[in-house]
């Protein structure tokens, strides 16, 4: 099986529990197109950076216990987003496999390194100073992140390295994610059909 084709590179995910139902689509081939409606948003905000800067076309559909908190919800989908990605991919043939971005905004900087190894990890040193975008508990962008890299089975590195302003902080670790995503999930053109690992596997 040789490099996967476009309409390989897509993945819809149904993932229902007794907390939330989270609809989860994604073609990682496609205009950076975003259809959300997670009930938050601020996140809903955050993923539609994901789809432009990742240059993914991307649908998230959720309903959670949103009376509660957004616990739930947002760590639902990481969870839902990291296994569409994983089915998307398949057994990553051809792929770049490794992927890097820092991103401004104002007086923020993130940087995000993400590989694609099979095995899930995730390096978060995010400091925000403050507790809350309006509505939106920042602690949750970890819960989000932590979901995702479990069921990508990727390695995750995010760092913001400077920021005053918690909804800047925020949006330059979304975005540099997106973009290092964007880069790792990029056809390998001298790679075609190889998996990207001296074990042969990933």
């Known amino acids: 099986m040789g490099t996967p084709s476009a309409h390989m590179r897509?993945?819809?995910?149904?993932?229902?529990?007794?907390?939330?139902?989270?609809?989860?689509?994604?073609?990682?081939d496609g205009r950076g197109e975003s259809r959300l409606e997670s009930g938050i948003p601020f996140l809903d905000h955050m993923l539609d950076q994901i789809a432009r800067h990742g240059g993914l076309d991307l649908?998230?559909?959720?309903?959670?216990?949103?009376?509660?908190?957004?616990?739930?919800?947002?760590?639902?989908?990481?969870?839902?987003?990291?296994?569409?990605?994983?089915?998307?991919?398949?057994?990553?043939?051809?792929?770049?496999?490794?992927?890097?971005?820092?991103?401004p905004l104002d007086e923020a900087l993130s940087r995000a390194v993400v590989d694609f190894s099979g095995r899930p990890g995730l390096a978060y040193n995010v400091k925000f100073t403050r507790a809350r975008v309006g509505e939106f508990d920042v602690d949750l962008t970890h819960e989000f992140f932590q979901g995702l890299v479990n069921h990508a089975q990727a390695t995750v590195h995010i760092d913001n390295l400077r920021g005053d302003n918690s909804h800047h902080q925020c949006e330059t670790v979304f975005k540099a994610f997106a973009r290092a995503l964007r880069m790792a999930v990029e056809a390998d053109p001298r790679a075609a059909g190889a998996v990207p690992s001296t074990k042969g596997a990933l």
């Open 10 to 28: 897509k993945a819809e995910v149904q993932r229902d529990t007794k907390e939330t139902q989270v609809f989860v689509a994604l073609d990682l």
């Open 59 to 103: 649908t998230v559909r959720a309903k959670g216990d949103l009376e509660i908190d957004a616990h739930h919800t947002v760590e639902d989908i990481g969870i839902t987003l990291g296994m569409a990605l994983a089915k998307a991919l398949g057994d990553k043939k051809g792929i770049r496999r490794f992927g890097h971005a820092y991103v």
